[in-house]
């Protein structure tokens, strides 16, 4: 009988001779792509890497990270508006991460254990004048200094700070929170001339002939007037002066009733800074309350302490009543904002007059920048310098940027323009070209796979309680304790970060990924292009592109 001879269907080969990659029609990458909160973050913050590595408990790498962007952590913290929150992936999974809290956590950290920033590694020969010495100037200060050149602050107040000392109550943000960050700035080698004020247009013009390049930052510092009140009368008073007098230990005594006219974040900050005061407050705001301008948690901790609302109205006059006190003409009205942040047209509901009884009036509504000593010789549109992309004015070497230049009143956005300034002064002095091109699209949470992250509640600081805070004046939110941070810190998808979790390793039916140097490389002879990996990556950081052969 004859054998038949046969094949084992196992070897002891390699399948490494099969390379099936010609059988593909897309390549997976390693990719980079920006996250949604870095996008939506005011100072272009790194905010999934500095999240990662306060995940790992490398708080100071955290620190290093975040102040890439934003010397003050600590104060952003406190105060931001937090639009990265809600761009945040997570929130269309369960709930947003508190990246607002987490900084503010680092930034805690960082004052705390008394870390301060390298020297600059070389002095360039160049002197640049910042006039203003609030949160855009300080951070071109801080920004133009860690590259080496000469800076010099120009404040026409006694301290630094502008409006996060004067205008912000230490309520909200502690005052040795806002001493640490700038005195760090300072120790940078940044000299400072305070009580030193632009007036006119000379002084501008010696500063531009002495300076190589001038920084405009000199704020917000005319304010808006009611049509139907006078200018002037001793039961007017205006928002600004307001916090300025209470900032300073010495809030002015305007009987027992207030009444604070407007609906952002001033006007909140007035009202509750004379609640502590001992006044009986009521808000008057222009806006419903779900159109205010304030972000939520001002109006709610307002409520808590106190603080009557009456929105949707507006005051039309103020008529002295016999003996003592005011009595307050107002109507409903119908608000509409514009296309445009501070445009909105008001209907008055007819039949809807109403009248409020108080002591004073405090007119929190906003304010001008004050262009006298600047237009002259500087572009100017709608009460605003005219200025490019990058921070630029109308005239050369001078840059302008806050509240002079933008309606978008917010601290971070005062602290991003500063930083976009100071690089395009860096760039300019040193001769280099503009960098051009198209930002990438950020990671949508389709490229998140989100099984790999269990749902989790957001974590949520916790409150002194109302009456407390009321009577010492001490800080209102209370920041993550560790454990909380690190938590919350878990619960970040990482967007566009890959943190070498090893799936796209275990998972490829091909073997043809491979460890190298840290990260990843796919081995393109063996890839057939199906797209697990990408699938199965938690943080959004492959893609898979169509290849032509």
Sequence with gaps: MNKVLTRPTWTHGTTEVFKTGTWRASLPHYVKPPSPCHQACPVNGDIAEWIGLARARDFRGAWEVLTRHNPFPAIAGRICHHPCETACNRGAYDESVSICKLER???????????????????????????????????????????????????????????????????????????????????????VQCDHALKTASDFDNLRATHDAVYLAVGASRPKRLPNVPDRAPWLMDGAEYLAHSAAGTPPALGRRLVVVGGGSAAMDVARSARRAGHDVTILSLEREDQMPAQRE?????????IALVDGAMLTAVMPKT??????????????????????????VAGSDFEMAADAVVVAIGQDADLSALSQRLGAEGGLLTVADRQATSLDGVWAGGDV?????????????????????????????AETGEGERPVGIESIATWYHPKHARATGLLRPAVERVATGLEVQLGLELEQALEEAGRCFSCGECTHCDNCFHYCPDLAIRRVNG???????????????????????????EESK
């Design 105 to 191: 956590a680092v930034g805690d950290i960082a004052l705390e254990a008394g870390w301060g920033y390298a020297p600059p590694a070389a002095e360039r020969d160049g002197h640049i004048a910042i006039v203003g010495g609030g949160p855009s100037g300080l951070s071109a200060a801080f920004q133009l200094r860690r590259r080496g050149w000469r800076v010099t602050i120009y404040e026409s107040q006694r301290k630094l700070g502008g409006l996060m000392r004067y205008g912000i109550p230490s309520y909200r943000l502690a005052r040795p929170v806002l001493d640490g960050e700038i005195a760090r700035i300072i120790a940078l080698g940044v000299e």
């Design 298 to 306: 001002e109006l709610a901790e307002a409520l808590e302490e106190g």
């Design 323 to 348: 003996g003592s006190g005011l009595s307050l003409s107002c109507t409903r009205v119908l608000f509409e904002p514009g296309a445009m942040r501070g445009q909105f047209t008001v209907k008055p």
């Design 405 to 433: 230049a933008s309606m978008a009143r917010f601290v971070t956005e005062a602290i991003g323009m500063g930083k976009r300034a100071a690089l395009d002064i860096d760039r300019v002095l040193r001769g280099a070209s």
């Design 519 to 545: 990260g990843y490389e796919v081995l393109t002879d063996y890839c057939k292009g199906c797209g697990i990996c990408v699938k199965e990556c938690p943080t959004g950081s492959m893609t898979m592109r």
